[in-house]
């Protein structure tokens, strides 16, 4: 049983490093590193949306180990897990299940605080007023003239995302949310429902719009995939 994990823009593999020890020992994942960040930073990113799905899906296939498996994603990786779980369920069979954080349903624009257009010093203010970049980093302004490349690099990248027309998915969909997170919206997270034909749950832990690592949400995640792999649907996949 795998689960296969998207990292949020800017992101990178590593983000997931600490779920190791949060998953149940039967679950599988796998961290997606992107092309132009982390292990791979090297690769020049890759600024196309269904070009990066196809990658994506590319990766997935070559990983895939036959059996059931989910697709998380957070923020802009929930797009890209959305978009991914749809794509590959043609290779690979239909998802398990699909899980998202930190994102409106695809029909909704991205926030627009963030944008691909501000000066550095204006993205890491942005970015940094949610928690997403440490003060700290302004010591190092090589590193951080790096991780504003990237997060610049899959800003540009949302704006040739198109929200698909039709083409559900069939399988769960639970989306996780922030309680205080400032870059999601009631409708939006509501909207997720339109996303597949099958059941979708929406999932409210403490925090902003960066609560990965946090007690509260480990724990509904871990509820969640045990939920979806301990299935008989699931295990006589």
Do not use: K
């Amino acid at each position: 049983m795998q689960l296969f994990c998207l990292p949020y823009a800017g992101g990178s593999a590593a983000t997931y490093r600490r779920w190791t020890t949060l998953l149940p020992a039967t679950i599988e994942m796998y961290a997606v590193e992107l092309p132009g960040r982390g292990t791979r930073r090297r690769a020049n990113p890759i600024t196309d949306f269904p070009a990066m799905v196809a990658w994506v899906v590319e990766e997935m296939a070559h990983h895939h180990r036959g059996g059931p498996y989910a697709v998380f994603g957070h923020s802009f990786g929930a797009l890209i897990a959305f978009e991914a779980a749809r794509a590959a369920r043609h290779r690979l069979g239909e998802p398990a299940h699909l899980l998202v954080s930190g994102r409106d349903a695809p029909a909704h624009p991205t926030a627009r605080a963030v944008h691909a257009a501000l000066s550095d010093d204006e993205l890491a203010s942005a970015v940094a007023s949610f928690g997403g970049l440490p003060p700290e980093l302004d010591v190092y302004p090589a590193l951080r003239s790096r991780l504003l490349g990237v997060l610049r690099a899959d800003l540009r990248l949302l704006q040739s995302y198109r929200p698909p027309a039709g083409d559900l998915l069939d399988c769960p969909v639970t989306v996780f949310a922030g309680s205080a997170d400032p870059l999601i919206t009631p409708a939006g997270q509501r909207d997720w429902v339109r996303t597949t034909t099958g059941p979708a749950a929406r999932v409210t832990v403490p925090g902003g719009h960066f609560f990965l690592h946090s007690a509260a949400f480990g724990a509904e995640l871990r509820r969640c995939l045990r939920a979806t792999f301990s299935s008989p649907l699931t295990a006589a996949a």
